[in-house]
């Protein structure tokens, strides 16, 4: 199991760029798949980016493809979100998620359903 806790988030202007931290805790860390979501109040919960467990691969959303970049440090035992050219749409809580998978595996999830872990989320709003 692991868990998870993020950080980095706040007031930030349009434009501007923030980057989101998300510690885990746990044994088998490296095993793990994450990703990131968010969601604004009285929306779905969108999909953000997500990471393959060794790093190698990654996937984002459409609406902040270009913009935004995952990355993993295994040793840190993190995941990082840099957001960069944010817009007022972008204003939302982030949740970083987790899911376990076989060593041999390189992919990655877009579908909250796929990650059984989650943290507890940090706010990020962006102001004119």
């Known amino acids: 199991q692991v868990q998870l806790v993020e950080s980095g988030g706040g007031l930030v202007q349009a434009g501007g760029s923030l980057r989101l931290s998300c510690a885990a805790s746990g044994r088998a860390f490296v095993n793990y798949a994450l990703g990131w979501f968010r969601q604004a109040p009285g929306k779905d919960r969108e999909f953000v980016a997500a990471i393959s467990r060794g790093g190698d691969s990654t996937h984002y959303g459409d609406s902040v493809k270009g913009r935004f970049t995952v990355s993993r440090d295994n040793a840190k035992l993190s995941i990082y979100l840099q957001m960069n050219s944010l817009k007022l749409e972008d204003t939302a809580r982030y949740y970083c998620?987790?899911?376990?998978?076989?060593?041999?595996?390189?992919?990655?999830?877009?579908?909250?359903?796929?990650?059984?872990?989650w943290g507890q989320g940090t706010q990020v709003t962006v102001s004119s």
């Open positions: 998620a987790g899911r376990m998978v076989d060593p041999f595996s390189d992919g990655y999830y877009e579908s909250d359903r796929d990650y059984p872990y």
